[in-house]
């Protein structure tokens, strides 16, 4: 099915490209577009099998994330973003599963992870209250996947949980209106008292445990695999494709330019533009090459039963930063190197240049943190970190 799901994406490809300059100032995916990429079946690329979805490989899902995204940032963000939630509820009570597929397998769900919302205990679940900012993708979904904090007696933390809630019980303010992925409608969700049973709660502890009543009915070794490497690649793997995409633009574009400056010529021959080219080609490719190992090794393990060793899991994350890192480090190359046209709005490479520096700056592609938890592994130091 993968293999379909990427012939069918990229036979929407020039149409998307087409429309990138229009979702930009537009601030806006078209609904169109999102139903287009729905009908190829992206979205149900990580979802369980037992709900119409094809449980594929994660690299193959992050293969056409990179695509869609070199044609547009915002829609391969939200194909990124939407596309792993149903991996994320598949871990959680099938109660929970049935209640967004049960009746319709292509529902969507978006998400707001930072822990903002106060969970307060009743009598068969509990009762949420909060404001989220940030939550990607949530004009096209019917769900959300929120973070909260369940607080002691004394008013202190005692557990972080992710809830899920049905769009009946939280609002949407437009508030996105950013310098780059201008079209991922990143907006503020608003709950107040919405009470949420407890087959809708799952603990971040338990997740980060690998741990789940999802697994008891999603046996596959998709939903074995750590939530920080799949949810970090979510968001560097949008931002590669933005710079991949802005490269080949960027040959293409240079290829014929003379230059009416610095004595003229070919831009083609100057030694600095080559020199140029190939750091940024080599930074997109070690983020490329990177991330692919530790996915298909994190998938070897789990489909071989295998425990998955904190050093991988943490070097996942340390690759999955610098993956963002270097694609940035890129599109910085480009952009310096492109001249002033770059500088116009609506350029592709000025677009490319806000998109990958507006999803560099997600927490989860945050890089200190990530290598400092890398450095304790590999120093033999306890390292606990829900996003490893």
Same mark, same amino acid.
């Given at each position: ?44 690329? #990580? ?5 119409? !979805?094809? %449980?594929?490989? =994660? @690299?193959? $899902?992050?293969? *056409?994330?990179?695509?869609? /995204? ?74 959300? #996947? ?5 607080? !002691?007696? %004394?008013?202190? =933390? @005692?557990? $972080?949980?992710? *809830?899920?809630?049905?769009? /009946? ?220």
């Amino acid at each position: 099915m993968s293999n379909d799901v990427a012939t069918a994406v990229r036979a929407l490809l020039p149409d998307i490209a087409e429309r990138a300059a229009t979702i930009d100032e537009t601030r806006r995916v078209p609904d169109t577009v999102v139903d287009a990429l729905a009908s190829t079946g992206v979205f149900r690329m #990580l979802q369980p099998r037992r709900y119409g !979805g094809a %449980e594929t490989e =994660p @690299v193959r $899902f992050y293969d *056409v994330v990179r695509e869609v /995204s070199a044609a547009c940032g915002s829609t391969g963000w939200i194909t990124s973003v939407l596309g792993v939630h149903p991996w994320h509820l598949a871990l959680f009570d099938d109660r929970a599963q049935h209640d967004v597929w049960g009746d319709d397998p292509s529902t969507l769900v978006s998400s707001a992870y930072a822990p903002v919302g106060q969970l307060t205990r009743v009598d068969g679940g509990y009762e949420l209250s909060g404001t989220w900012m940030f939550s990607s993708g949530c004009e096209y979904a019917s769900w959300v #996947l929120l973070g909260a904090v369940v607080t !002691g007696p %004394e008013g202190r =933390p @005692v557990d $972080f949980m992710t *809830v899920l809630v049905p769009r /009946s019980d939280y609002g949407i303010r437009d508030v996105w209106n950013v310098v780059g992925m201008r079209g991922t409608c990143s907006n503020e969700i608003t709950v107040d008292r919405a009470f949420v049973p407890d087959h809708r709660v799952k603990s971040n502890f338990e997740t980060a445990n690998l741990r789940g009543p999802g697994q008891k009915v999603n046996t596959g070794p998709l939903y074995r695999l750590p939530f920080g490497a799949l949810f970090g690649t979510t968001v560097s793997m949008p931002v590669v494709g933005v710079v991949e995409g802005c490269y080949e633009h960027y040959l293409a574009s240079m290829r014929e330019r003379v230059r009416l400056s610095l004595g003229g010529g070919r831009f083609v021959d100057d030694p600095f533009a080559q020199t140029s080219v190939g750091r940024a080609a080599s930074e997109i490719d070690a983020a490329i090459l990177q991330t692919t190992r530790n996915l298909r090794e994190l998938w070897e393990h789990a489909v071989d039963g295998r425990e998955i060793p904190m050093m991988l899991r943490a070097r996942a994350r340390r690759d999955q930063v610098r993956a963002t890192e270097r694609a940035v480090e890129a599109i910085d190359l480009l952009f310096k190197t492109a001249g002033g046209s770059s500088l116009f709005l609506g350029n592709i490479v000025e677009r490319a240049w806000r998109d990958a520096h507006a999803g560099s700056v997600h927490v989860a592609n945050e890089p200190e943190r990530a290598l400092a938890q890398y450095g304790r592994a590999a120093f033999g130091l306890p390292v606990e970190d829900n996003l490893l």
